[in-house]
T-cell receptor
Framework: AQTVTQSQPEMSVQEAETVTLSCTYD???????LFWYKQPPSRQMILVIR??????QNATENRFSVNFQKAAKSFSLKISDSQLGDTAMYFC????????????FGKGTKLSVKP | GAVVSQHPSRVICKSGTSVKIECRSL??????MFWYRQFPKQSLMLMAT?????????EQGVEKDKFLINHASLTLSTLTVTSAHPEDSSFYIC??????????????FGEGSRLTVL
């Protein structure tokens, strides 16, 4: 069975600083997709970044980047130059069953960016 | 980007009544839609997967007769909570997968619907 573990229930960071959110997963599949989603107080799920397991290069999207360690089954999210608008719940998600499969979410990390 | 709209965003109903929540893909055709339930301060739990024109696949522990899912077209899926009870109160979120497209694997989420059963 696939599992996604986020070991940090809550984190805080000062505005403009960098923070890393951790995520580990377990799977026997060789090809899969990983995502980080952001859920602000509005509750709308927003895709932050995605990573295809077959790609060795870590994905980046502006201030967001991941450290994908396939052998260790680790997929951490780094947020640089944190902004107040980054305050939200962050969910790590694993897509299993190929590109047409289902998403399984971690329990989430509540990130607070302090001014 | 692709837009998924959920309606209503909030609904309050009396115990024993049925409530329907709609999920629409506004600018793309969704071959597959997913329904999730989210309890306060918790993660999203997949309830069921629906493919256009076929019966929904429910996750273990989800009552098919209570949570009726219909995916009648490539742009609309509905979740009907039948004979609702207070324990059904929750935040329900839908997501949709586009037919084809470059964003392989990506799901697009609706805004969610807050159900309160009195």
């Amino acid at each position: 069975a696939q599992t996604v573990t986020q070991s940090q229930p809550e984190m805080s960071v000062q505005e403009a600083e960098t923070v890393t959110l951790s995520c580990t997963y377990d799977t026997s599949e060789s090809n899969y997709y990983l995502f980080w989603y952001k859920q602000p107080p509005s509750r709308q799920m927003i895709l932050v970044i995605r990573q295809e397991a077959y790609k060795q290069q870590n994905a980046t999207e502006n201030r967001f980047s991941v450290n994908f360690q396939k052998a260790a089954k680790s997929f951490s999210l780094k947020i640089s130059d944190s902004q107040l608008g980054d305050t939200a719940m962050y969910f790590c998600a694993f897509l299993y069953g190929g590109s047409q499969g289902n998403l399984i979410f971690g329990k989430g990390t509540k990130l607070s960016v302090k001014p | 980007g692709a837009v998924v709209s959920q309606h209503p965003s909030r609904v309050i109903c009396k115990s024993g009544t049925s409530v329907k929540i709609e999920c629409r893909s506004l600018d793309f055709q969704a071959t597959t839609m997913f329904w999730y339930r989210q309890f306060p301060k918790q993660s999203l739990m997949l309830m069921a997967t629906s493919n256009e024109g076929s019966k929904a696949t429910y996750e273990q522990g989800v009552e098919k007769d209570k949570f009726l899912i219909n995916h009648a077209s490539l742009t609309l899926s509905t979740l009907t909570v039948t004979s609702a009870h207070p324990e059904d109160s929750s935040f329900y979120i839908c997501s949709a997968r586009a037919r084809g497209g470059a964003m392989t694997g990506e799901l697009f989420f609706g805004e969610g619907s807050r159900l309160t059963v009195l």
